[in-house]
């Protein structure tokens, strides 16, 4: 079986975004594949976040997960962070990377000018920690939103390179993108990624929200003057992003969409645009009330996954160590 691995911070409860560009294909391919999913912890890290708000974050997210409809009996769910194995193989795999490359990183930048008091070097060196993850599993697919190519990119580069210097340890992963969704954006400023971090909450659909809001936030979407349903990213990027998450929760195409909608005003699209997604998101929302009800399972399956995730990783990682001299203890 080819192996599938994915990861998400827990800086916040999950966006529409991170469901339909991730988190839903992580679900659906756990009937197919050996699917390894983890809440990124330690790429939180390079964001200052209040201690106590973190922990319960990363609890929250990991409940989110399994609300989702990942279930820890098919994959293996865990916390990054619980697997020591992700700090170290990141450390060798910081020394594998350039300045020059890590300096190109779209990411870095945006999240550099963003937050201009806390440029730390784990900002910069995240796709190398990133990069780890994938390795240390040897995935065959990563599956995960448009934004991550770039990421994905360079986890190929770094991995060439080491097999070239090393000879021969790591799979190239692929990314893994769905057909519609990979990249949502925000309800507000539809040319800008929809984001947990947007400061506007109009501007972003959380999986937690309930009906009510959710058709609210659809109703003051940003449109155009136009008032026909259209697919055209460049003219009408509000129309054709409402389009995309229509798509990509009903899997009807564009084509059936503009149909659909022909003759119809906007408030009609919004509608059925909210409503498809509030229909989609209520039984998360009530698996999450009851998971987090029950800390002991929750902890327990932290725990099982803890422990098979090192046991899987640790050995890349003696591989890796091994290759690159460092002296195993005995
Ligand atoms: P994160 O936590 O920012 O996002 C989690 C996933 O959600 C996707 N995503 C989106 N997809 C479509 N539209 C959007 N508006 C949108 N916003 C976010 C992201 O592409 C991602 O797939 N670096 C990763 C976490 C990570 C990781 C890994 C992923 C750490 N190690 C190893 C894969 C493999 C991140 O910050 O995701």
Redesign the pocket.
């Known amino acids: 079986k080819k192996i599938i691995?994915?990861?998400?911070?827990p800086?916040g409860v999950?966006?529409l975004?991170?469901y339909?560009?991730?988190?839903r294909s992580w679900k659906q391919m756990q009937e197919d594949y050996n699917c390894y999913y983890?809440i990124?912890d330690l790429?939180s890290m390079t964001i200052h976040i209040d201690p106590q708000k973190r922990r319960q974050q990363t609890r929250e997210a990991f409940a989110l997960l399994l609300a989702c409809g990942i279930d820890p009996e098919k994959s293996l769910v865990f916390v990054?962070s619980h697997n020591k194995c992700h700090a170290e193989m990141g450390w060798i795999m910081d020394c594998c990377s350039q300045f020059g490359e890590l300096s190109r990183m779209t990411q870095f930048k945006d999240k550099s000018a963003k937050h201009p008091d806390n440029i730390n070097a784990g900002l910069f060196t995240?796709p190398a920690?990133?990069a780890g993850?994938?390795l240390l599993y040897q995935a065959d697919y990563?599956?995960?939103?448009?934004?991550?190519t770039q990421?994905l990119e360079f986890t190929r580069d770094v991995a060439t390179r080491f097999n070239h210097t090393y000879g021969e340890v790591f799979k190239l992963p692929e990314g893994y993108f769905p057909k519609a969704?990979?990249?949502?954006?925000s309800l507000q400023d539809p040319t800008s990624?929809?984001?947990?971090s947007d400061t506007n909450p109009k501007a972003t659909i959380s999986i937690l929200d309930d009906e009510k809001t959710i058709l609210k936030k659809f109703k003051s979407a940003v449109t155009d003057s136009e008032a026909c349903v259209r697919f055209d990213p460049e003219a009408k990027p509000g129309v054709s992003n409402l389009m995309t998450i229509y798509s990509a929760i009903t899997g009807k195409t564009m084509e059936e969409i503009e149909a659909e909608f022909a003759g119809k005003g906007y408030g009609d699209f919004k509608a059925a645009v909210g409503q498809s997604v509030a229909d989609e998101l209520r039984p998360i929302r009530e698996n999450f009330a009851r998971l987090m009800e029950d800390r002991a399972y929750l902890e327990e399956e932290m725990r099982k996954g803890a422990e098979r995730a090192t046991y899987i990783a640790n050995k890349t990682l003696t591989k890796v160590k091994k290759r690159v001299g460092l002296l195993l203890e005995k």
């Open positions: 691995l994915s990861g998400i911070q800086t999950f966006t975004g991170n339909l560009g991730a988190v983890f990124a790429h990054q995240y920690l990133m993850d994938i990563v599956p995960v939103g448009a934004d991550q990421h969704g990979a990249r949502v954006m990624k929809m984001s947990k």
